[in-house]
RNA sequence: GGGAGUGUUCCCGAGCGGUCAAAGGGGGCAGACUGUAAAUCUGUUGCCGUACGGCUACGGUGGUUCGAACCCACCCGCUCCCA
């Protein structure tokens, strides 16, 4: 259930009750794609970085270990002895990135498993069916994340579809609750918005799924190649449409500045491979900017990532070890870098609520939106 | 003592008369990454100049040739085999 507590113009302070516990919003949630996240980090090392929200992948469980095997193991939670909530994606956009050899059609989609090649099929009740598996505490619906640029007229159907296949995942997931089948009785089920870059298929698709009464809504098909001014248009354009009174979730979203810009926006809820990826590739994020934790300049500096941060990485090592780690190929590098960037990510989220509690998101988002997307 | 090899740009290593500032690795330097097929991918890496180009380079010194990293002679250094 989510509570809306306070507002600042469209930026909205709120907390989303789950049976795993409270998010309180906006929020980052932690990438952990295949039940873990990338980089080396456990669910114990997730309270270390003040993660409130773990997203894990329906697609890639289905394929390993196989969703039976960890609905067996008694659901993610017990799996990966994560206490908080997880939301599991559908495996909507791994239709959408895993690009070659699929096949869209009304029932669902085949397409190839990137591990052995094998054709698999999904569709709404696949994906209903492995998340109730799963035992995630949210549960996304089964949607087309349409390519970017799209066809007017592919979108529209794109649309259609996906407004059909989110009736199919509620009826689907109701049954599979009601009869028991779900390893979590209370999960929730999440619709999202599509319609490309197009306003009024985005508008009248948020006006078909907000009727269904669901948990929670998404944005999603955003962040996929389009002009960063196009996806805040986008944004703008289809938030009026979404439910005051539920959640709204970004999806893949994206860098400090997107984040910022976004809650400004009226978004409540993000995730994003990038604070992980970049970290694994030696990216920082510091409270000036970004830097290269490889570059020849950090090799003698003593000082930690960023000085303002106090995430147990930069409370002890210097920016010159984690230099060494990188140019090592020490594994250490990348789990300490992914600690920092998430530790990072989930602080600015902290600090984007504490200016909502305090009616100063406004002038705190001036501050911070393009600095910290710069690089150093 | 006799014989057979070998010496290339930061390193390893290709090259066997012109199209060679020299393949390919590694290393170095830098860049990309947005619901993770991603510990991945890209660029660059003799000096000077924006570029045309110029200069210096393939152990050393001479030589053959219009032209040499490549051919010849000697020298130096390594390696291996036989005594």
Same mark, same amino acid.
């Given at each position: 259930?989510?509570?809306?507590?306070?507002?600042?113009?469209?930026?909205?302070? %709120?907390?989303?009750?789950?049976?795993?516990?409270?998010?309180?919003?906006?929020?980052?949630?932690?990438?952990?794609?295949?039940?873990?996240?990338?980089?080396?980090?456990?669910?114990?090392?997730?309270?270390?970085?003040?993660?409130?929200?773990?997203?894990?992948?329906?697609?890639?469980?289905? *394929?390993?270990?196989?969703?039976?095997?960890?609905?067996?193991?008694?659901?993610?939670?017990?799996?990966?002895?994560?206490?908080?909530?997880?939301?599991?994606?559908?495996?909507?956009?791994?239709?959408?990135?895993?690009?070659?050899?699929?096949?869209?059609? @009304?029932?669902?989609?085949?397409?190839?498993?990137?591990?052995?090649?094998?054709?698999?099929?999904?569709?709404?009740?696949?994906?209903?069916? $492995?998340?109730?598996?799963?035992?995630?505490?949210?549960?996304?619906?089964?949607?087309?994340?349409?390519?970017?640029?799209?066809?007017?007229?592919? /979108?529209?159907? &794109?649309?259609?579809?996906?407004? +059909?296949?989110?009736?199919?995942?509620?009826?689907?997931?109701?049954?599979?609750?009601?009869?028991?089948?779900?390893?979590?009785?209370?999960?929730?089920?999440? %619709?999202?918005?599509?319609?490309?870059?197009?306003?009024?298929?985005?508008?009248?698709?948020?006006?078909?799924?907000?009727? *269904?009464?669901?948990?929670?809504? &998404?944005?999603?098909?955003?962040?996929?190649? @389009?002009?960063?001014?196009?996806?805040?248009?986008?944004?703008?354009?289809?938030?009026?449409?979404?439910?005051?009174?539920? $959640?709204?979730?970004?999806?893949?979203?994206?860098?400090?500045?997107?984040?910022?810009?976004?809650?400004?926006?009226?978004?409540?809820?993000?995730?994003?491979?990038?604070?992980?990826?970049?970290?694994?590739?030696?990216?920082?994020?510091?409270?000036?900017?970004? $830097?290269? $934790?490889?570059?020849?300049?950090?090799?003698?500096?003593?000082?930690?990532?960023?000085?303002?941060?106090?995430?147990?990485?930069?409370?002890?090592?210097?920016?010159?070890?984690?230099?060494?780690?990188?140019?090592?190929?020490?594994?250490?590098?990348?789990?300490?870098?992914?600690?920092?960037?998430?530790?990072?990510?989930?602080?600015?989220?902290?600090? /984007?609520?504490?200016?909502?509690?305090?009616?100063?998101?406004?002038?705190? +988002?001036?501050?911070?939106?393009?600095?910290?997307?710069?690089?150093?």
């Amino acid at each position: 259930m989510y509570e809306l507590i306070k507002t600042e113009h469209a930026a909205r302070r %709120g907390r989303f009750h789950t049976v795993h516990g409270t998010i309180e919003t906006p929020a980052f949630m932690n990438v952990a794609t295949a039940a873990a996240i990338k980089g080396g980090l456990s669910a114990f090392d997730l309270k270390d970085i003040k993660c409130q929200v773990m997203l894990c992948n329906t697609y890639h469980l289905h *394929l390993r270990p196989g969703d039976e095997v960890v609905r067996d193991m008694g659901g993610l939670h017990k799996f990966t002895r994560w206490d908080g909530p997880i939301l599991t994606d559908s495996g909507g956009f791994q239709v959408f990135s895993l690009a070659s050899l699929r096949k869209i059609k @009304e029932e669902g989609v085949t397409f190839n498993s990137h591990i052995d090649g094998r054709r698999i099929f999904m569709g709404p009740e696949e994906s209903m069916q $492995i998340q109730a598996n799963l035992g995630s505490t949210i549960a996304m619906a089964f949607d087309e994340c349409v390519k970017n640029p799209a066809e007017h007229a592919y /979108a529209q159907q &794109s649309c259609a579809r996906t407004v +059909r296949w989110l009736q199919r995942c509620k009826t689907e997931l109701g049954r599979l609750k009601d009869e028991g089948l779900a390893v979590n009785p209370d999960q929730l089920l999440f %619709g999202i918005n599509q319609g490309s870059c197009f306003d009024d298929l985005r508008v009248a698709h948020m006006k078909e799924i907000a009727d *269904l009464d669901l948990d929670g809504y &998404s944005i999603g098909g955003l962040a996929v190649g @389009e002009p960063t001014e196009e996806m805040y248009r986008v944004i703008e354009v289809v938030e009026p449409h979404m439910p005051q009174n539920k $959640i709204r979730y970004l999806m893949g979203v994206g860098t400090p500045g997107n984040i910022l810009e976004s809650i400004a926006r009226g978004v409540d809820l993000f995730d994003c491979v990038m604070p992980a990826r970049n970290a694994r590739h030696g990216h920082f994020n510091t409270w000036q900017g970004i $830097i290269n $934790i490889r570059n020849a300049k950090y090799e003698r500096d003593e000082s930690p990532i960023s000085q303002e941060c106090d995430c147990p990485v930069c409370r002890n090592f210097t920016r010159s070890y984690l230099r060494h780690l990188f140019k090592a190929d020490e594994i250490l590098g990348m789990r300490l870098g992914v600690m920092h960037n998430l530790y990072f990510y989930n602080t600015l989220l902290e600090k /984007a609520r504490a200016a909502l509690d305090e009616g100063r998101f406004e002038s705190f +988002r001036m501050q911070y939106s393009a600095l910290l997307d710069s690089r150093i």
